[in-house]
């Protein structure tokens, strides 16, 4: 008996079932239940592009399947402290939700995307391509390979986030704009406007703004009306709006203006209207007088 063993033992081994899957792939996906987190750090025309996936993988009644999900945040950073056009600053989010799924099968385990929920932003289309991966474990790190390349996501421990204060719909809340540009003098202009929105029971809406403003020569040598190489100002301004379809019809009501020295020649504001539309951590406001400004939620990164 022990010789007839001892034979078998050294033949080639028996081909697989059909269907049948590799115990490796089973304890692949049993090793793959929990957190797993993944960065990754680009410089690519003049940005700086840093991607961040937080996965999760957990248990079906199935032992061979897992659901999961992870939230992919991009942020994209001007490295010329240029802003961009969509949002006015010089950095923004592309945020989504994805849920995916994996199976084990004869070739390993196979993840797939299967749905996705884009955050709204003014930099981001709201579209993605769902992927699919081949997962394999090595120690504390989960690769996930695809035609183009891997991923190597490593074990974290879960860590909860703080339950925070809801956040009003918008366009209620309060929200910041601020911008750096040339006067035509050849100053440099900062500019800086903190809106605070409410809308009523009724659907009208409500609301204020901060405008300040400040102006210095580039070269430090003082300017004769302020006596100083800068100057500033703010302006005090009350709006109201109401909804028209998927937009609100905003207009300045009255401003209680800054004063100057060096505003003796512009003392006056003149009012503007124009529209509001939300556009998720954001609100677009497109004036009559043809200006442009996206807000942000205040003090959102």
């Given at each position: ?10 033949g ?35 940005t700086l592009?840093r ?36 949002n006015q ?13 994996a ?26 391509q ?11 790190e ?13 074990r ?12 009003p ?13 040339w ?7 900062h ?8 809308v009523?029971d ?7 703004y901060?405008?300040e403003?400040?102006?210095r020569s ?8 302020a ?7 703010a302006?005090r301004y009350?709006?109201?709006?109401r ?10 009501v009255?401003?209680?203006a ?7 020649q512009t003392?006056?504001r ?9 556009d ?5 406001v ?15 990164e």
């Open positions: 008996m022990s010789l007839a063993l001892g034979a078998a033992g050294c080639p081994a028996p081909p697989m079932p059909e269907g049948a899957v590799p115990l490796e792939a089973i304890v692949t996906a049993r090793s793959m239940v929990g957190p797993w987190d993944w960065v990754h750090y680009e410089v690519e025309d003049g592009r991607e961040r996936e937080r996965w999760r993988f957990e248990v079906t009644a199935d032992p061979r399947r897992l659901v999961g999900h992870y939230h992919r945040d991009v942020l994209v950073r001007a490295l010329d402290a240029v802003p961009f056009t969509c600053k010089t950095r923004y989010h592309q945020r989504a939700e994805i849920l995916v799924g199976e084990v099968g004869p070739d390993g385990v196979a993840v797939a995307e299967l749905s996705y929920l884009a955050e709204p932003g003014p930099c981001d289309p709201g579209l993605r769902l992927g699919s991966y081949v997962a394999t474990i090595d120690g504390d989960l690769h996930l390979s695809w035609g183009g390349g891997v991923a190597i996501l490593t974290t421990t879960e860590v909860r986030d703080p339950i925070a204060a809801p956040t719909a918008p366009p209620s809340g309060r929200w910041s704009w601020r911008t750096t540009s006067t035509r003098s050849g100053l440099i202009r500019e800086l406007e903190d809106w605070e929105l409410a009523s009724d659907g009208l809406l409500a609301g204020t901060v405008r403003v400040t102006e580039p070269d430090g040598a003082d300017l004769p009306c006596g100083a190489p800068g100057f500033g100002f302006d009350l709006l109201r709006g909804r028209s379809d998927d937009r609100w019809l905003l207009e300045e009255s401003v209680i800054g004063e100057h020295p060096c505003l003796s003392p006056r003149t009012l503007d209207a124009g529209t509001l539309v939300d998720g951590d954001h609100v677009v497109s004036w009559r007088g043809k200006r442009r400004q996206v807000l942000a939620r205040h003090d959102a």
